[in-house]
C-alpha cells in the first residue's frame, strides 16, 4: 500500500470521496468502438484498424500493431454489470478534446507531482474506474452493450486517444514471461486499485484547492455531463 498518498493532502472533504461501483485492476481492456486512435495516417477509430497498422506510442513513436482482438460484452442487472460499468471521461479531463467512454480496467497514465515525489517517475498506469470523481469523471449506467477492439504489440505499449488520453496496452505475454520478467524491468509503473484511488483522492483535494466549483461536476458548473451510450 502506497500510503504516502493519502499521508500528503488527506482531508475530510477527500475522504468523502466514495464509489459505489467496485474496482477493477487494469487489465486487457480493449478500447470501445469509435475511440480515435493517433496512427501514421492521422486520427483513425479504433474499429477501422487492422494487424500491422502503425501507431503513435508515447515512447517509442510509431509501431505496428501485432494482433487485433474484436468482443461484444452485454451487461445485464448483474454483480459483474455494475462491476464493469464503462467510465465516461468529459472533454479535457484528462486533456482530451473530445469526451469518451472507457472500460473500468483500462489502465490510463497519469502525472502527477505525488508520483515523482514518491516512484521518481511522474507517470504510472492506472485503472480508469479510479478516475471516478476526478473533473467530472463518472461511471456509467448498467444495462448497456460494449463494443470492443484489443490491440496488442509486441511489447508493453501506451498509445494516444481521442487527442490528449495516454492509454495503456499491454502485450499478450505467455507465463514463462511472467516468470522470467522482474518488476523492475517493466517500462510502466502500474498501480493497484487501492493505490490508485489514493492518489485520485488527492488529486481530487488539490484541484479543490485551486480551482472554484470543480469538485461540483464538469468544468465547475454543478451538472456532470453526459452522453448515450449504447
Given at each position: 500500500?502506497l500510503?504516502?498518498?493519502?499521508?500528503?493532502?488527506?482531508?475530510?472533504?477527500?475522504?468523502?470521496?466514495?464509489?459505489e461501483?467496485?474496482?477493477?485492476?487494469?487489465?486487457?481492456?480493449?478500447?470501445?468502438?469509435?475511440?480515435m486512435?493517433?496512427?501514421?495516417?492521422?486520427?483513425?477509430?479504433?474499429?477501422?484498424?487492422?494487424s500491422?497498422?502503425?501507431?503513435?506510442?508515447?515512447?517509442?513513436?510509431?509501431?505496428?500493431?501485432?494482433?487485433?482482438?474484436?468482443?461484444?460484452?452485454?451487461?445485464?442487472?448483474?454483480?459483474?454489470?455494475?462491476?464493469?460499468?464503462?467510465?465516461?471521461?468529459?472533454?479535457?479531463?484528462?486533456?482530451?478534446?473530445?469526451?469518451?467512454?472507457?472500460?473500468?480496467?483500462?489502465?490510463?497514465?497519469?502525472e502527477?507531482?505525488?508520483?515523482?515525489?514518491?516512484?521518481?517517475?511522474?507517470?504510472?498506469v492506472?485503472?480508469?474506474?479510479?478516475?471516478?470523481?476526478?473533473?467530472?469523471?463518472?461511471?456509467?449506467?448498467?444495462?448497456?452493450?460494449?463494443?470492443?477492439?484489443?490491440?496488442?504489440?509486441?511489447?508493453?505499449?501506451?498509445?494516444?486517444?481521442?487527442?490528449?488520453?495516454?492509454?495503456?496496452?499491454?502485450?499478450?505475454?505467455?507465463?514463462?514471461?511472467?516468470?522470467?520478467?522482474?518488476?523492475?524491468?517493466?517500462?510502466?509503473?502500474?498501480?493497484s486499485?487501492?493505490?490508485?484511488?489514493?492518489?485520485?483522492i488527492?488529486?481530487i483535494?488539490?484541484?479543490?484547492?485551486?480551482?472554484?466549483?470543480?469538485?461540483?461536476?464538469?468544468?465547475?458548473?454543478?451538472?456532470?455531463?453526459?452522453?448515450?451510450?449504447?
Amino acid at each position: 500500500m502506497l500510503d504516502w498518498f493519502a499521508k500528503r493532502n488527506a482531508s475530510p472533504m477527500a475522504e468523502a470521496f466514495t464509489t459505489e461501483y467496485p474496482m477493477v485492476a487494469t487489465g486487457h481492456a480493449g478500447f470501445l468502438a469509435g475511440t480515435m486512435v493517433a496512427t501514421a495516417a492521422g486520427w483513425r477509430p479504433v474499429d477501422a484498424l487492422s494487424s500491422g497498422d502503425e501507431v503513435l506510442t508515447f515512447d517509442h513513436g510509431m509501431r505496428p500493431i501485432k494482433s487485433i482482438e474484436r468482443r461484444t460484452l452485454v451487461l445485464g442487472d448483474t454483480a459483474s454489470a455494475q462491476e464493469m460499468a464503462p467510465v465516461y471521461i468529459p472533454r479535457d479531463a484528462l486533456g482530451n478534446r473530445n469526451p469518451l467512454w472507457v472500460k473500468p480496467e483500462q489502465g490510463v497514465v497519469i502525472e502527477h507531482d505525488l508520483l515523482e515525489d514518491a516512484l521518481g517517475d511522474p507517470f504510472a498506469v492506472v485503472p480508469a474506474c479510479a478516475l471516478e470523481g476526478y473533473r467530472g469523471i463518472t461511471r456509467a449506467p448498467q444495462q448497456v452493450t460494449m463494443e470492443t477492439v484489443v490491440l496488442s504489440f509486441d511489447e508493453d505499449e501506451v498509445v494516444y486517444i481521442e487527442a490528449g488520453v495516454l492509454a495503456f496496452c499491454p502485450a499478450q505475454h505467455d507465463l514463462m514471461h511472467y516468470c522470467v520478467t522482474k518488476q523492475a524491468d517493466e517500462l510502466y509503473s502500474i498501480l493497484s486499485a487501492t493505490e490508485a484511488r489514493e492518489l485520485v483522492i488527492d488529486m481530487i483535494t488539490e484541484d479543490s484547492f485551486w480551482t472554484p466549483g470543480a469538485m461540483a461536476g464538469n468544468g465547475g458548473t454543478g451538472e456532470p455531463q453526459y452522453a448515450a451510450f449504447a
